[in-house]
């Protein structure tokens, strides 16, 4: 299983809205709805933001959603802010039980 | 309130060995799994494999397994990372993460992360 493929940088202007993706193939995002966002701020460990592709845990604002369409997962955040500046990871599974991570986004708020 | 709380930063010569932990507290420990994540230096989270605390049942990367060991003792909440010989390519940060109730991908609490540096 190869790592899910993100772009590495994304920015936007605080306010705006940002999308990020995170593709992967029919063998993991394509087949299941097991995909995860993280938030990472440097040196912190990770944070859930999205799970099962549009699910937020309590606490993350309604501004972060996410989506799936084929074998692409995207995260969209609206309203930014300058604390959403940090990485971003996806997860997904892909199947016998293996997960795989995405290599990352860094957002910048400009 | 759920906390996974990680044994302390590590330093190791090239072909040692090494045994770090992840002590659950807040929940009860036996109901989700514990995954660890590897983050070199500067680089992504990969996923290396994931415990079941209920009965220790394994699943590995095919990227990590037969390098490290993954175990649990539910008696006192905690899982464990270890190696048998270090590399240099193995310094990195160490986080464990639960899956509670959730799908498979959905980790919901992390350790703070155990620096690990393998130097001669």
């Known amino acids: 299983q190869s790592a899910l493929t993100q772009p590495r940088s994304v920015s936007a202007s605080p306010g705006q809205s940002v999308t990020m993706s995170c593709t992967g193939t029919s063998s993991d995002i394509g087949t299941y709805n097991y995909v995860s966002w993280f938030q990472q701020y440097p040196g912190k460990a990770p944070q859930l933001v999205i799970y099962?592709?549009?699910k937020r845990p309590s606490g993350v604002p309604d501004r972060f959603s996410g989506s799936k369409s084929g074998n692409t997962a995207s995260l969209t955040i609206s309203g930014l802010q300058a604390a959403d500046e940090a990485d971003y990871y996806c997860?997904?599974?892909?199947?016998?039980?293996?997960?795989?991570f995405g290599g990352g986004t860094k957002l910048n708020v400009l | 309130e759920v906390q996974l709380v990680q044994s302390g930063a590590e330093v190791r010569k090239p072909g040692e060995s090494l045994k770090i932990s992840c002590k659950g507290s807040g929940y009860i420990f036996v109901t989700g799994s514990i995954a660890w994540v590897r983050q070199m230096p500067g680089k992504g989270l990969e996923w290396m494999g994931v415990i079941s605390a209920a009965d220790s049942d394994t699943n590995y990367s095919p990227s990590f397994e037969g390098h490290v060991t993954i175990s649990a003792d539910k008696s006192i909440n905690t899982a464990y990372l270890q190696w048998s010989s270090l590399n240099a390519s193995d310094t990195a940060i160490y986080y464990c993460?639960?899956?509670?109730?959730?799908?498979?991908?959905?980790?919901?609490?992390w350790g703070q992360g155990t620096l690990v540096t393998v130097s001669s």
């Open positions: 099962d592709v549009t």
């Open positions: 997860c997904s599974y892909a199947g016998r039980y293996i997960v795989i």
């Open positions: 993460a639960r899956r509670g109730s959730g799908s498979i991908s959905t980790f919901d609490y």
